[in-house]
């Protein structure tokens, strides 16, 4: 069930995931010192503003920051995750997990861990079916 899902944004703020309508990717416009070929995973809270020919992109929010190489298989990661929770039950949430400051990949659980620290940075691989702790 989507409405008892959230998803942490790249600024740590929470959004229902029932809200997300789209994802997409788009070169980051900024980027920082040390790295290259950088895309920002974006995702859209209103239908209508997703189809809209003028969108300015202010129901556009930043989700994640990664590597432009591996912007697609992230996507597909939060798509994996969003449909998986869709099927289940119970409160969860879906947040980036970090490895050397840079996004690895999308998790899931029912604790939600830190924005920063060990709980969330490094955090080993969760077998599947687990739930998450901090």
Same mark, same amino acid.
């Given at each position: 069930m989507l409405s008892s899902t959230w998803v942490r944004l790249a600024g740590g703020q929470l959004v229902r995931a029932d809200r997300i309508?789209? &994802?997409r990717t788009e070169r980051a416009e900024e980027v920082p010192p040390g790295r290259w070929g950088v895309d920002r995973i974006m995702v859209c809270l209103d239908v209508a503003e997703a189809d809209a020919e003028d969108d300015t992109g202010s129901w556009w929010h930043e989700a994640a920051v990664c590597h432009q190489d591996r912007s697609d298989l992230? &996507?597909?990661n939060l798509l994996n995750l969003l449909a998986k929770t869709a099927e @289940?039950? @119970? !409160?969860? !949430?879906?947040?980036?997990v970090l490895r050397s400051s840079q996004l690895d990949r999308w998790a899931s659980g029912t604790a939600l861990p830190p924005i920063e620290g060990p709980a969330i940075t490094g955090l080993p691989r969760i077998p599947h079916e687990t739930a998450a702790r901090t």
């Amino acid at each position: 069930m989507l409405s008892s899902t959230w998803v942490r944004l790249a600024g740590g703020q929470l959004v229902r995931a029932d809200r997300i309508v789209a &994802v997409r990717t788009e070169r980051a416009e900024e980027v920082p010192p040390g790295r290259w070929g950088v895309d920002r995973i974006m995702v859209c809270l209103d239908v209508a503003e997703a189809d809209a020919e003028d969108d300015t992109g202010s129901w556009w929010h930043e989700a994640a920051v990664c590597h432009q190489d591996r912007s697609d298989l992230l &996507v597909v990661n939060l798509l994996n995750l969003l449909a998986k929770t869709a099927e @289940g039950s @119970g !409160f969860q !949430f879906i947040y980036p997990v970090l490895r050397s400051s840079q996004l690895d990949r999308w998790a899931s659980g029912t604790a939600l861990p830190p924005i920063e620290g060990p709980a969330i940075t490094g955090l080993p691989r969760i077998p599947h079916e687990t739930a998450a702790r901090t």
